[in-house]
C-alpha cells in the first residue's frame, strides 16, 4: 500500500474507500459488520449498522453480516461460524460477486467490541474469493493505540487492501486518509478527484508532529503499559460490582459494559446514563457507546498515566457503590 489521500475526517475517509472499492472491482454490493460505525454522510450512514445513528434516507446496496462479538455474539468467539455466515450471505443476498468488505478491528461507537480472534483472515479470503476488496477502518484503533499492534488490522494477522484512517492521525485537526495500493488508486484517475482542505499544510504538518511524538515517546509502549494495569484494575472492580458484565479490550482502547442480569446480559440502560452523570460530577468525562448506550467507551489521550488510570476506577468504585 503506497498511496495515500489525504481527506478531512474518518466519515470521508470510508466514503472515498467505498467508492474505490467498487469502482475497482465493477461490483456495487458492500458487506459490513452489525453494530459497526463508519460515519454520518449519506454513503456511510448506509455502512453504519446501528439504528440510533441512522437517518431514514435511501441506503444503497449495503449488507448487514452478524457481528462476531465474543460477548453478545450468537456464536460466542466462533470466528469459524460468523465467517461462514459471511459466505452464506454472499451466496443468498448478492448476485455472488461484492464490491467490498469493511470492518473496525474493534468496534468503537458499537462499544469497544474486539471481533473474533481469526475472523477476519477467514472473512478476507472469503470476500476476495467473491471479487471484493477488504477495507480495515482504522479511524479509532490505529496508531499504537491498542498497544499491542500499530494497527488493529495486525492483531488478527491480515492485510487489508485499503485502509482508512483519521482522528488519531492529527490528535484532533481535522486530518484523515485513505491509503491502497498503485493499483486500486489508478480508479481514482478515470474522472478529477479533489478535496478542498484534504492535505492542507496546516493539517499535514500537525500530523506530521503527531507522528514524530508517537515514535520519539513510544507512545505505542505507553499504551500496552498503562492499557494492562488498567484493564486488571477494572476487572477487579467487575469481580465487586455484580452491573460490570464486561471488560474487554486492550492498550487504551477498552470497553466496560454494565448489565442488570449477568447470566441474561440484560443492558442496564438507565443505571449506565445515572453513572454517566456522577462520573461527569467527580471529574471524570467517559464515552458512552453500544447500540443500548450501556458501555463506557475508555479511550482517553495517549498521555494517560498510570495514576489517571487509578483515578478513574476509584471514580467508577465509588459511583457505583453509592447508587
Known sequence: MQVVYFVNSGTEANELAMMMARLYTGNLSMIALRNAYHG???????????HTWKYPIPQGEIHHVMNPDPYRGAFGSDAVH???????????????????????TFQGVGGAVE?????????????????????????????GRTGSHYWGFETQGVIPDIVTMAKGIGNGLPLGAVVTTPEIAQVMAQKIQFNTFGGNPVCSAGG??????????????????????????????????????????????????FVTDRKEKTPAKVETAILF???KDLGVLLGKGGIHGNVFRIKPPMCFTKEDADFLVDALDYAISGM
Do not use: W
Not at 40 to 50: E, F, N, V, Y
Not at 82 to 103: L, M, R, T, W
Not at 214 to 240: M, P
Open 277 to 279: 452523570e456522577k462520573l
Open 40 to 50: 454520518g454522510s449519506s454513503g456511510t450512514i448506509g455502512l453504519t449498522a446501528l
Open 115 to 143: 471481533l473474533a480472534p481469526g475472523y477476519l483472515k477467514l472473512v478476507y479470503d472469503i470476500v476476495r474469493k467473491a471479487g471484493g476488496v477488504c477495507i480495515a477502518d482504522e479511524v479509532q484503533s490505529g496508531f
Open 208 to 257: 506530521h508532529a503527531v507522528l514524530k511524538v508517537l515514535d520519539n515517546e513510544k507512545r505505542q509502549t505507553h499504551c500496552a503499559d498503562v492499557g494492562s494495569h488498567l484493564i486488571e484494575r477494572l476487572k477487579i472492580l467487575q469481580q465487586k460490582h455484580e452491573i460490570i458484565g464486561d471488560v474487554r479490550g486492550r492498550g487504551l482502547m477498552l470497553g466496560v459494559e
Open 82 to 104: 460468523y465467517a461462514k455466515e459471511v459466505q452464506d450471505h454472499i451466496n443468498y443476498g448478492s448476485p455472488g460477486n461484492v464490491a467490498g468488505f469493511i470492518a473496525e
